[in-house]
């Protein structure tokens, strides 16, 4: 399971610890078989063996009939954990070549010399969370670094000391009993008639005479009331009157308005702007939770329910409720890496996923145009009574803990400061360096750097995404990522690549 939050640690994704692979349900299985016929015709290149295996995540189709085939790899059965790939294939099925991080194909013995009792007894002394507990395990190949391993993958659940779940997937090496990794499946995000945004429209649906948050208009997105509890589903939102909310905590249902409308927004800008139905592109929304615990300073993005959930904040330390625009944004673009490039929440690619639902976040909130909250390059700036936001993208190091550029020891830190080189590559992409109406942004080499506006900075992103990015890339992965991506948007002579590779160089990543 995953879950991502805004301040700083968890994202839940429903995880089957099972052996056996399984199979996408949406996209055509004849894209599954060319793709694997030409990954056998490129070995490799592809870094195949006879006793790999794979099946189908989804395929993205270009207008000009390229597709982009994005699948899981087996080795004997056992996933790969980092070897997932996107096979792009052009006219007649033809090879263009495959995006992935993989370095050797595995060549191992499928024997653990351990068993799953001992490696869960190990996962469990590596949890930091209160009530610790084994919610699964399986035997992987783990494939993030040289040389693919043997491991077992334990997810061990609880609760961390702040109410957030802890749903910490370690893998123990199957041989040795010593812990490879670890990453958190739960991450946790910022604070949110609304409270934030002002009067809004809300979906609605009228059931036996009593209108409920759910919005017909985007997949039956639907928002429920916890009232305080951490578990559950909680009571969906109604009103007699269809009015929602009073603009005040007096009022349960303000903070409910705020996550609907972030939801609703979320929903319109991935459709609108790029043609994606929904978090999982199948037309079936989420659902948001409100009234998380008790005094709960943060949100969070789960997997596992397929729901955003938001805390209430805490008064008396000075935090507002979590339901912001740029939060709702945040916490549901987790669910979109989610369901794309999967970028694993630990190291390199940990701080790419938070970077991900910041620009996105960001996004959404200059889509929406609010004049409440009108858009801006700042993470959580409502939520803080003072005022001081948790995230500047302008120049990250300016919050005391991020980083503005990258050097190579930036994956071993926490993936909310990691983070920071991202976000600073995107304002310079966007906006540029120097001084703006959005702040002042240095680079680390001294450049100036002219940006090609949210817009076409959002396409390249995106398109990267979910297109070139799979679950261990890294700062340079992403690189090339956008390069690949600016290539097919405007071309490799445009200025619109010149400047994403202007922008990585600008913060140190060549």
Request: glycine fraction near 12%.
């Amino acid at each position: 399971m995953r879950r991502r939050t805004i301040l700083g640690g968890l994202v839940t994704a429903a995880l089957v610890l099972t052996n056996a692979p399984v199979a996408s349900a949406a996209p055509p299985t004849d894209a599954l078989t060319r793709a694997v016929g030409q990954l056998r015709a490129h070995a490799d290149h592809a870094r195949v063996g006879a006793e790999q295996t794979f099946t189908l995540q989804n395929v993205l189709t270009d207008p000009d009939g390229t597709e982009h085939v994005r699948l899981h790899r087996y080795y004997g059965g056992l996933p790969v954990l980092g070897g997932d790939l996107v096979v792009h294939l052009g006219k007649g099925s033809t090879w263009r070549g495959a995006s992935q991080t993989l370095r050797t194909a595995p060549r191992l013995s499928r024997q653990a010399r351990i068993d799953a009792a001992t490696a869960g007894a190990v996962a469990l002394a590596a949890s930091t969370a209160t009530g610790p507990r084994v919610d699964g395990t399986q035997l992987v190949v783990d494939a993030h670094g040289d040389t693919p391993t043997l491991a077992y993958e334990v997810v061990v659940g609880g609760v961390h000391a702040d109410q957030t779940p802890s749903e910490l997937h370690v893998l123990v090496d199957a041989t040795t009993g010593v812990v490879r990794r670890s990453w958190e499946g739960v991450h946790r995000d910022g604070v949110g008639n609304t409270l934030h945004s002002g009067q809004v429209p809300v979906g609605t649906t009228l059931v036996s005479g009593t209108y409920q948050l759910n919005d017909g208009a985007r997949g039956a997105h639907k928002t429920y009331d916890l009232n305080g509890r951490r578990f559950g589903t909680g009571t969906i939102v109604s009103s007699a009157s269809n009015i929602f909310g009073d603009g005040t905590l007096a009022n349960r249902a303000t903070v409910a308005a705020d996550a609907h409308y972030g939801a609703a927004v979320t929903w319109d800008y991935f459709k609108n702007v790029h043609g994606r139905n929904g978090i999982r592109n199948d037309g079936v929304a989420a659902y948001s939770r409100v009234h998380y615990g008790s005094n709960y300073v943060n949100a969070f993005w789960s997997d596992s329910c397929f729901c955003m959930t938001y805390g209430d904040g805490d008064a008396a330390q000075g935090w507002r409720p979590l339901t912001s625009l740029d939060v709702a944004g945040h916490e549901m673009t987790h669910g979109v890496t989610s369901n794309t490039a999967r970028l694993v929440y630990s190291g390199e690619s940990g701080g790419l996923n938070e970077a991900t639902s910041d620009i996105f976040g960001t996004l959404v909130e200059f889509h929406a145009a609010n004049p409440n909250d009108p858009g801006d390059f700042l993470i959580g700036e409502k939520l803080r009574t003072n005022g001081t936001p948790l995230r500047y993208m302008d120049q990250p190091s300016r919050d005391g803990s991020s980083k503005d550029c990258w050097y190579s020891g930036i994956g071993s830190i926490d993936v909310h400061y990691s983070s920071g080189v991202g976000n600073h590559f995107f304002y310079l992409l966007a906006v540029g360096s120097g001084s703006s109406s959005y702040g002042n942004s240095p680079t680390c080499n001294g450049s100036t750097v002219a940006g090609i506006g949210n817009a076409n900075a959002g396409a390249i992103w995106y398109r990267a995404l979910t297109r070139y990015m799979t679950s261990n890339t890294n700062y340079a992965g992403a690189r090339t990522a956008t390069l690949s991506a600016a290539t097919d948007l405007y071309g490799a002579g445009s200025t619109e690549y010149a400047t994403v590779a202007a922008a990585w160089s600008a913060v140190g990543v060549n």
